[in-house]
């Protein structure tokens, strides 16, 4: 029997504590416990949730279906969920991947405006590289060209980039791709509709996909872009004035 507590006895020995432990060494395994329950609890809360079933009830017509976790740690047996969770892990590491945001991207300047032309991260850079700078060209007349001074037109845009997943292969591809490599095959005589998938052999396809897409976006960001909102802009005194003192 615990000496403080002997009423405790049965609660000392769930934690594997002996009769001697005081009962701040029991309170602190209970917290530990208590703890541990609520991490596990937001693990499953945050990874572990999937769309639930309507109930099919007339009563429970268009009420809100609440989701359902894909694990079960009050009714299984240790073996019991550790396959469950086997079994999520695909749909956690899916649910994981957040929504794509494409990366910030700011004003970009071009002397034309043309296509291949923007290579100015600020009017500034533009104008310390391009102020003044007449050409004379060949020396023929019909080949001179003026530099640019103030009330000289130039442009900004705004630059945007690709979502790096776009370049990947999606689900028809690589389909496609192992279908050809069947045919190829040794075996290819006898491939016949390889391979056939259900609807939720491409779901499971589909999330397979997702942690290749945020391996993209976080290593093989673009550097090539394209310009949107393109505007022309006259240079200024200011504009100049500006520029020399940057």
Same mark, same amino acid.
């Given at each position: ?66 989701? #359902?976790?894909?694990? &079960? ?8 969920? =550790? /396959?469950?969770? *086997?079994?999520?892990? !695909? ?19 071009s002397l034309t405006g043309e ?73 290819? #005589?006898?491939?016949? &509709? ?8 491409? =779901? /499971?396809?589909? *999330?397979?996909?997702? !942690? ?35």
């Amino acid at each position: 029997m615990p000496k403080h507590k002997p009423e405790l006895a049965s609660i000392y020995n769930v934690f594997g504590l002996s009769s001697n432990h005081e009962l701040s060494t029991l309170l602190a395994n209970i917290e530990n416990t208590k703890r541990f329950s609520d991490l596990l609890h937001d693990v499953e809360r945050e990874f572990f949730m999937a769309p639930g079933e309507p109930s099919g009830e007339p009563e429970d017509e268009g009420s809100v279906v609440d989701a #359902e976790c894909l694990v &079960n740690r009050w009714g299984s047996k240790p073996a019991e969920y =550790l /396959e469950q969770f *086997r079994t999520a892990l !695909p749909i956690a590491a899916a649910n994981s991947i957040p929504d794509y945001e494409a990366p910030a991207t700011g004003e970009k300047w071009s002397l034309t405006g043309e296509n291949g032309s923007w290579d100015y991260d600020s009017l500034d850079e533009l104008l310390k590289d391009n102020y003044g700078h007449d050409s004379d060209g060949d020396g023929h007349p019909a080949s001179y060209r003026a530099g640019l001074y103030e009330g000289g037109t130039v442009y900004r845009g705004t630059e945007c980039k690709d979502d790096p997943a776009i370049f990947l292969p999606d689900q028809d591809d690589l389909i496609e791709h192992m279908s050809e490599r069947a045919y190829d095959s040794d075996a290819g #005589e006898w491939v016949d &509709n390889y391979p056939t998938l259900d609807s939720d052999a491409k =779901l /499971e396809l589909e *999330r397979a996909m997702r !942690p290749l897409k945020a391996w993209a976006r976080k290593h093989c960001q673009p550097e090539f872009f394209t310009i949107k909102d393109i505007a022309p802009h006259i240079v200024t005194v200011e504009d100049v004035s500006r520029s020399r003192k940057s």
